[in-house]
T-cell receptor, first 115, second 115 residues
Framework: AQKITQTQPGMFVQEKEAVTLDCTYD???????LFWYKQPSSGEMIFLIY??????QNATEGRYSLNFQKARKSANLVISASQLGDSAMYFC????????????FGKGTKLTVNP | EAGVVQSPRYKIIEKKQPVAFWCNPI?????LYWYLQNLGQGPELLIR????????DSQLPKDRFSAERLKGVDSTLKIQPAELGDSAVYLC?????????????FGQGTRLTVV
């Protein structure tokens, strides 16, 4: 069964600094995808970044990068140069290919960026 | 391009009353999801459609919840009768297809309060 674990209920970071949000996953499939979403207080889930299990390079999208360590089953999100607008809930999610195809989410991490 | 549209944004009903939520996915998106998000938790899948077919409804409490997706476009999620524990945010999402690296786009959700 799929499982996503986010062990940090809350994180604080100073504006302009980098922050890492942790995500570990559990799957028996060899083929899967990992996603990070941001959920501001408005409630909408915003897609940030994707990493496929067969991708050899870590994914990057602007200030977001994904530190993918397949052997450790971790997919940590790194946000560089934090901005006040980055304050939000962040969810890690996984989809197994060829299996249930469910997009399963972790419990999330609340990030607060301090000025 | 319009995003996923959900209505209503907020709904307050008394317990034992029926309630319905509506979702209009992004044009051309074949896959549609309904998620339930409790306060402080990640979204949990209720049902997934591929076109008009419900391909995964294993988490849908079928004694009180029902869903339909007419003509493979808009979808409606219904609860009858509502219980106090149904108070949550109901999120609709759509994706282009079921392939693993296609991200799901979310609507802003419907916040249901059952009193």
């Amino acid at each position: 069964a799929q499982k996503i674990t986010q062990t940090q209920p809350g994180m604080f970071v100073q504006e302009k600094e980098a922050v890492t949000l942790d995500c570990t996953y559990d799957t028996s499939d060899q083929s899967y995808g990992l996603f990070w979403y941001k959920q501001p207080s408005s409630g909408e889930m915003i897609f940030l970044i994707y990493q496929g299990s067969y991708d050899e390079q870590n994914a990057t999208e602007g200030r977001y990068s994904l530190n993918f360590q397949k052997a450790r089953k971790s997919a940590n999100l790194v946000i560089s140069a934090s901005q006040l607008g980055d304050s939000a809930m962040y969810f890690c999610a996984m989809r197994e290919y060829g299996g249930s195809e469910k997009l399963v989410f972790g419990k999330g991490t609340k990030l607060t960026v301090n000025p | 391009e319009a995003g996923v549209v959900q209505s209503p944004r907020y709904k307050i009903i008394e317990k034992k009353q029926p309630v319905a939520f509506w979702c209009n996915p992004i044009s051309g998106h074949n896959t549609l999801y309904w998620y339930l998000q409790n306060l402080g938790q990640g979204p949990e899948l209720l049902i997934r459609y591929e076109n008009e077919e419900a391909v995964d409804d294993s988490q849908l409490p079928k004694d009180r919840f029902s869903a339909e997706r007419l003509k493979g476009v808009d979808s409606t999620l219904k609860i009858q009768p509502a219980e106090l524990g149904d108070s949550a945010v109901y999120l609709c999402a759509s994706s282009l297809d079921r392939s693993g690296n296609t991200e799901a786009f979310f609507g802003q959700g419907t916040r249901l309060t059952v009193v």
